[in-house]
């Protein structure tokens, strides 16, 4: 709120000037009916009239003013907050993001900012204009009758006491409606990104009953918030209604000539009434906003698990032959094991592979093959050991230099709405049309794109859902090509292509070795081939290192999956 202070402040402002105008009104209206109804003094009747009516037109001006400037404070510090949050959650790792879940993140990003945007709006309408005209109305009821002070305190203090209760009682149930609402968007979006697989298993019944039960489960948590509400803001509105008939009861022993005080002091007792009522629903939409923004700083305060070192090494300076020939890449003994669970990932894993080599990594589901690609672009940081490029601790390098010398290509292609075009400069946002068209080339992608009518204007559903598997998988692998990267990273990048475009890929990404490094997992005893060593893992530890020829004989993890693609089995000793 602090850069939106002065029109925050204005908004006050005009709350008061409103609120002013709202109390002294009644005041007025008891000289009309005693000085000018009573009397039958048409003049006087007039004058005050008009002072009313200046008056009501005055504190309608300051509440379009008071609109205005508490509406234009609360959007922006909700606009800055989801930034700031958004911006936040860029730096954090992807052990942070397992650890908030995607759907929670979407719903701290939208409905918790939501929630506190409304209030911070609420706090400049209405929060500041509640107490003064509490305050203002119990000084003007006191004034019109004295009398009643003893009945307005006890009031007061009833409701006091209500609040306090209703609090209580109320934040806990909007926590968990908040929780709720993150389980109902996670089985929205996971029915969003899974529809194919969804509609192919003819399981739409179930993804309606999961869909259900977690409405269900959030309209319960609603109703279990609401109740509270329900049940207490009618007893203050109780409350108070007791205080206007003992207002009546004590109104026996006024003056008859005074019969404008009585109307002035059962107006100012049912704005009274009014304001404690709303000062109830205030208090549970604060309630809820106070979950809401422990929920946004419970992101902000989280310190990203990966840390940037103090003085960052640049690439550039760990080789001069780096633009060249791509980088080294060196594992030594490390290990690896994901948040939550008990059994490593990566248990002692070394190796190295020079400069401008292509390394294939091959291994039986679940062997740690993609654990590993991910901790050298530093997704994640492993557990204990190195990893080095160019000789340099991955840890030591500036993250954002680390990443924009690596590209990644992962086996579900990921692409997003637009034209092809505008996905393929994602690579390189000044690529020329020549350069889409090369690595277009290299990637087999040219004889698909050009078949269709708008070409690489072409535009793409959400996800590329108007392409095919590999079409979507080639121009990922052009994507990452137009990046020109000192390390290529392949992770099963080529699994919905036919053997023969495979082969014209590879082929293709042998002309780029000079220049840089290439990681190539695939499950493809026919793609290791392609490689200049291949890594063989198995359940996170590596069984053999080699050529080809050197892991038949030599490798039995190598020779066994050898054996299930080609149907025999190699002479060789197990390592």
Known sequence: MRPYLLPF?????????????EIIQPTFMSYVVDKGVLLADVPTILH???????????????AVARNYFSTYAAQHAGRDLRSSLYSHIQTLSQENIDQFHTASLVTRLTNDVNVATRFINSLGRISFKMPLTVIGALALLIYQMPAMAPVVVVVILLTVVIIVLMTVLSRPRYARLQKSLDRLNGVAQEYLQSVRVVKAFAAEKREDARFTEASENYAMSGIEAMHISATFIPLINLTANAGILALLYFSQAQDPGQIGHLMAAVNYMTQLIMSLGLFGNVLSEGMRALT??????????????????ANPVSLKDTSTQQTAAGLSLTFKDVGFTYAGSSEPALSHVSFNIEAGTTLGIIGPT???????INLVPRFYDATYGTVLLNGCDVTQLDPHELR???????QSALLFSGTIEDNLRWGDEDATLAELTEACGIACAT???????????ALLGQGGVNLSGGQKQRLCLARALLKDPGLLILDDCTSALDSATEHKVLEGLRQLAHRQTT???????????????????ENGQVRGFGTHDSLLKDCATYRAIYASQMG???PGHEC
């Open 404 to 410: 924009a010398s690596i590209a990644v290509v992962n």
């Open 366 to 372: 679940g062997s740690g093959k993609t654990t590993l």
């Open 568 to 570: 025999r089995e190699e």
């Open 292 to 309: 809401s923004s422990e929920r946004i700083a419970e992101v902000l305060t989280q310190s990203p698990a990966q840390q940037t070192a």
């Open 48 to 62: 005050y009239g008009a002072i009313m009516l200046a008056i009501a037109l005055a504190g309608a001006a300051a």
């Open 519 to 537: 990681l190539l997992i695939s499950q493809r005893i026919a793609t290791m081939r392609y490689a200049d060593a291949i890594l063989v893992l």
């Open 9 to 21: 402040l204005v908004a006050v402002t005009c709350v008061a000037l409103e609120t002013a105008a």
């Open 447 to 457: 004889s698909f794109i050009e078949q269709l009518p708008e070409g690489y204007k």
